[in-house]
């Protein structure tokens, strides 16, 4: 029997991309800007991360709002105005219940459709990108708008310079529709892990069940976004790097063929780690997060639309996204570039 995941056939069934929409909030949030109320300097942010600017919401937008602009974008993108589901990966749901999704899909004006959250953490877009081809490969949806969207700002310890440096706020959306395999923009294939052992190594402590079974008193600042940064940065290279290695030797491709890797954007240095240990050149690593900071599962899109955008990402080129984040949890899939219009 084939193995379902390599395409042996071009005319395997497959999600195809069709359209690529962002958003980020107009606030730009500059390292000098930080460094007024943290112990730290725009010569360490930019040294250590990469990172030179990032963008947080104002008071009074949430995540839905970003993903509600976003997916917007993508519809106009892929030159539809319906889906038949929505999957919106993020780690700052606008309520810790319901899912966001629904209430983004009725701003959209989608409909009744199926609309749900995925939370994987900084590995959520490539998550939903995979939950989202199978609602296609199974027949349960045509046409899935997926959503990545994040307002880490409001998670943030703002006295915490390990972490309210590093991340940012945006959303990024595609529209994925059932196609063939040998079509430009076919998702080729996914490889996605977990490594639950190491859960706290990212973790925001409070405000879910666990701290009421422990019978803790609700204290705002355990609901503060933590992160063991060492720690993490060794993980996300080797994951990563694993991951994608994976995925290349299941689809037939040599490391060298990679035209574009489109990581997580959660530091230059180990974007060019994971390069490294793919051995791919360093130059075709695609690099924005010196713009926007770590947006988590907003990163993969916000990525994808600046290559396209800097023409560092052109139709026929072959792309290798890969992402990491808490959970542990990592996934990484491939495809041709299509002929879209990022909007
Ligand atoms: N400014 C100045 N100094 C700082 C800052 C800062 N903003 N942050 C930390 N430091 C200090 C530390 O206190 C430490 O000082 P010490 O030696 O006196 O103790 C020193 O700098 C070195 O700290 P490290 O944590 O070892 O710094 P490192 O070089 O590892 O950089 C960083 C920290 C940027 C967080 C890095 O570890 C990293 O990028 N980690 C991975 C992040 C990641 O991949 N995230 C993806 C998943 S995130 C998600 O899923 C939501």
Redesign the pocket.
């Known amino acids: 029997m084939t193995d379902p995941r390599t395409p042996e056939a071009g005319a395997r069934p497959a999600a195809v991309l069709k359209g690529l929409g962002t958003y980020l909030p107009p606030r730009a949030v500059s390292n000098e800007e930080l460094s007024q109320r943290?112990?730290?300097?725009d010569e360490?942010?930019r040294t250590?991360?990469g990172i030179r600017q990032r963008y947080w919401v104002e008071p009074g937008t949430a995540t839905g709002d970003l993903a509600v602009e976003a997916g917007a974008r993508a519809l106009k993108s892929a030159g539809v105005d319906g889906v038949d589901a929505v999957v919106l990966a993020t780690?700052t749901p606008d309520h810790p219940c319901p899912a966001t999704a629904p209430w983004v899909a009725a701003r959209l004006g989608l409909g009744h459709v199926p609309a749900y959250d995925v939370a994987a953490?900084?590995?959520g877009f490539v998550y939903a990108l995979a939950n989202a081809a199978g609602l296609i490969l199974t027949g349960v949806a045509r046409r899935v708008l997926v959503i990545g969207a994040e307002t880490y700002s409001g998670i943030l310890d703002p006295t915490d310079?390990?972490t309210a440096?590093?991340?940012g706020d945006g959303a990024g959306a595609v529209v994925l529709e059932a196609g063939r395999a040998d079509e430009p923009g076919a998702l080729l294939g996914f490889d996605l892990g977990s490594d639950g052992e190491q859960h706290d190594l990212?973790t925001i402590p409070g405000g879910g069940s666990r701290q009421r079974a422990g019978g803790n008193p609700f204290d705002s600042e355990d609901c503060y976004?933590t992160?063991q940064?060492?720690r993490?940065?060794a993980q996300?290279v080797t994951r990563m790097g694993d991951s994608s290695g994976a995925l290349l030797e299941r689809l037939g491709w040599p490391s060298a063929t990679v035209d574009r890797l489109v990581g997580?954007q959660?530091?230059v240095?180990?974007l060019h780690a994971v390069a490294d240990h793919l051995e791919i050149a360093r130059e075709r690593a695609v690099v924005n997060l010196d713009r926007v900071g770590?947006t988590?599962a907003a990163s993969i899109p916000l990525a994808l639309a600046d290559a396209a955008a800097a023409g560092d990402l052109n139709p026929g080129e072959r792309v290798l996204l890969t992402a990491?984040?808490?959970g542990l949890a990592w996934g990484s899939t491939a495809l041709v570039w299509p002929d879209i219009a990022p909007n």
Do not use: P, Q, Y
Request: aromatic share 14%; charged share 15%; net charge positive.
């Open positions: 943290l112990d730290t300097s360490w942010i250590r991360t780690t953490v900084c590995a310079r390990n440096v590093i991340f990212i976004f992160m940064g060492k993490v940065f996300a997580h959660a530091n240095r180990i770590n988590s990491f984040g808490g």
